[in-house]
T-cell receptor
């Protein structure tokens, strides 16, 4: 069966520090991968998506970047965090063959102080 | 462009009451997919249901039921005899066919079931 792992679960970082959140998927090949952010009390905003290794598309301009160095690995990064980067970050995967549902990781709660 | 609107920000019901969560969507595609997810306090999104645009048959799963009406672009979710464990944020989502299969979420409805 397919599983998705996301870590860390919580993170407190000072303003100006770098960020690296990692997401890996098991049990499937060539998934579509997504990073979403959920601000406190709000909906999910799509940040990045990837349809293959090295292929990253950004939905909104921001202080973050994403990379996909391996088929089932998706990384969210920042060189210098801003206070506004605080939020709940969710990684998701979806099969490419059919328009199936997306499956989500457990999320990372990031607080920038 | 695709859009999902969940007009109800928060709903409170007393346990055992029925509750309906509204979802209205916009899309230019004739083929699309609709979803409902549950987000309990732990934060993880739990998939509940997927419905494609060609299947307007309503679905029932235990205490959960979904009413899909293309004529009004709505995909509403009803919980019958609500329980405290149903307390969560519920998201409706839309995906158009093809491309990178972007999933667009509504802003969510927070449901509180009071014992």
């Amino acid at each position: 069966s397919q599983t998705i792992h996301q870590w860390p679960a919580t993170l407190v970082q000072p303003v100006g520090s770098p960020l690296s959140l990692e997401c890996t998927v098991e049990g499937t090949s060539n998934p579509n991968l997504y990073w979403y952010r959920q601000a406190a009390g709000r909906g999910l905003q799509l940040l990045f998506y990837s349809v293959g290794i090295g292929q990253i598309s950004s939905e909104v301009p921001q202080n973050l970047s994403a990379s996909r160095p391996q088929d089932r690995q998706f990384i969210l990064s920042s060189k210098k965090l801003l206070l506004s980067d605080s939020g709940f970050y969710l990684c998701a995967w979806r099969a490419t063959a059919l328009n199936t549902e997306a499956f989500f990781g457990q999320g990372t709660r990031l607080t920038v102080v | 462009a695709q859009k999902v609107t969940q007009a109800q920000t928060e709903i409170s019901v007393v346990e055992k009451e029925d509750v309906t969560l509204d979802c209205v969507y916009e899309t230019r595609d004739t083929t699309y997919y609709l979803f409902w997810y549950k987000q309990p306090p732990s934060g993880e999104l739990v998939f509940l249901i997927r419905r494609n645009s060609f299947d307007e048959q309503n679905e029932i799963s235990g205490r959960y039921s979904w009413n899909f009406q293309k004529s009004t672009s709505s995909f509403n979710f009803t919980i019958t005899a609500s329980q405290v464990v149903d307390s969560a944020v519920y998201f409706c989502a839309l995906s158009e066919e093809g491309g990178y299969q972007k999933v667009t979420f509504g802003t969510g409805t927070k449901l509180q079931v009071i014992p």
